[in-house]
């Protein structure tokens, strides 16, 4: 194994991204966090190519209709489904078009979720979360790396082009009734730490975001769930905070960040006594 010299990791302590001028790709941009990331970014001068499945969402954005704003020319959107490489497909042709085969961000923020046993639960509900909740994002990373790497040829820009993941304080600790997408965000975890320190030689940053939950429209499209099912959750944030801390994050190339008191408590009470939380959690999922 070939490791990284010192004189390769010296930019460690001065990375830093810059939001004007860069062009971005952010997935799930239609509604929640990917929506208010997406205005963040653009009120910070960086053209995001929002990629989502519902047209009429993304128009709205574009117009501005549902905050009374203008129109902004700074969105890109491309409607379609993450998992198709034609989606793909389409967003590499606006980087080819409008940074020249460069891009300086990519968030991979579309997710599903669903509620209910295991055993109750049909494969299907597996497999579907999986796939877009980690492989898509994969397949987006491992064609996104070429065009970031032409981010850092370009040395008078004076940042760090970078990969954020949006994660979950599930992807730290399981719990019940969640195990398809805790396994796609330990999935997730796991896989954005390894890329990281591939990529470190490269230049470029990989940021892991891990909000508990968010209110936004994410309950209302859960797969394979039956109606009427609850969340158990500790507190929650709203999709602006969340979206402002995740910009944040991106801006000071942050290798990780665990979001809310809640999330906090969980992850770093299973570090303290993993038996402890796992009978709060089984007495929870009973209730």
Not at 61 to 87: F, H, N, Q
Not at 95 to 109: A, M, P, S
Not at 214 to 220: G, H, I, L, N
Request: include cysteine; glycine fraction near 8%; aromatic fraction near 6%.
């Amino acid at each position: 194994m070939k490791w990284p010299s010192i004189a390769s990791l010296s930019f460690l302590n001065r990375r830093r991204w810059r939001a004007d001028g860069s062009l971005a790709i952010v997935t799930g941009a239609s509604s929640g966090i990917g929506r208010e990331l997406t205005r963040q970014l653009v009120e910070h001068g960086c053209r995001v190519i929002a990629v989502a499945r519902r047209r009429g969402r993304l128009d709205e954005l574009v117009s501005g209709a549902d905050t009374g704003k203008r129109p902004c020319e700074m969105i890109i959107p491309i409607v379609g489904d993450i998992t198709d490489e034609a989606t793909r497909h389409a967003a590499w042709r606006q980087v080819d078009q409008h940074g020249d085969g460069r891009l300086d961000l990519l968030v991979n923020n579309a997710g599903i979720g669903g509620i209910g046993r295991f055993i109750d639960a049909e494969p299907e509900r597996m497999r579907q979360i999986m796939e877009v909740n980690f492989h898509a994002p994969v397949e987006w990373t491992r064609e996104a790396i070429p065009y970031l790497k032409n981010a850092v040829i370009i040395a008078d820009r004076h940042q760090t082009p970078v990969i954020c993941n949006i994660g979950s304080v599930l992807g730290h600790r399981a719990v019940p009734e969640k195990s398809e997408y805790c396994a796609s965000k330990f999935a997730m975890h796991g896989w954005t730490d390894a890329i990281r320190a591939e990529l470190v030689a490269d230049g470029i940053a990989v940021v892991l975001v891990s909000p508990s939950t968010t209110r936004s429209e994410f309950f209302d499209s859960l797969v394979g769930t039956d109606p009427g099912q609850k969340s158990a959750s500790i507190g929650s944030w709203s999709t602006d905070a969340v979206a402002r801390a995740t910009y944040r994050a991106i801006v000071a190339c942050r290798s990780e960040v665990i979001l809310s008191l809640g999330g906090k408590a969980l992850v770093y009470g299973d570090r303290i006594s993993p038996p402890i939380l796992n009978a709060v959690l089984a007495r929870r999922s009973e209730d």
